[in-house]
Nanobody, 120 residues
Framework: QVHLAEFGGDLVQVGGSLRLSCAASGKFFRIIYMGWYRQTPGVAREFVARRTGVGSSNYADSVMGRFTVSFHVADNTVYLDMDNLKPEDTGVYYC??????????????WGQGTQVTVSS
């Protein structure tokens, strides 16, 4: 019933910038929070950043000061602005949404992932 569509993954050089976006569509009442995780082969999926409905933001220590997460209410889209990219930022980035629908309450939804590759 809820779909998350991700866009923006690309090949970027070290020190470059990239913007990821994720739009929530379908039938739902309210977005509690939306954010981003990333995963590399052989490594567990790790938290990157999150934006809550009350305006607070959380970041992993590894991206603090370099990444910015924001949310556009009008089109239910969360953005991840990544600056000063490092090779360790390479991975598949997944959009996560904690969304309240009309029948089951708040539920976690995931996008299909978008590849970010940082090369030197």
């Amino acid at each position: 019933q809820v779909h998350l569509a991700e866009f923006g993954g690309d090949l970027v050089q070290v020190g470059g910038s990239l913007r990821l976006s994720c739009a929530a569509s379908g039938k739902f009442f309210r977005i509690i929070y939306m954010g981003w995780y990333r995963q590399t082969p052989g490594v567990a999926r790790e938290f990157v950043a999150r934006r809550t409905g009350v305006g607070s933001s959380n970041y992993a220590d590894s991206v603090m000061g370099r990444f910015t997460v924001s949310f556009h209410v009008a089109d239910n889209t969360v953005y991840l602005d990544m600056d000063n990219l490092k090779p360790e930022d390479t991975g598949v980035y997944y959009c996560q949404g904690n969304i309240c629908n009309f029948s089951t309450g708040a539920t976690d939804y995931w996008g299909q992932g978008t590849q970010v590759t940082v090369s030197s």
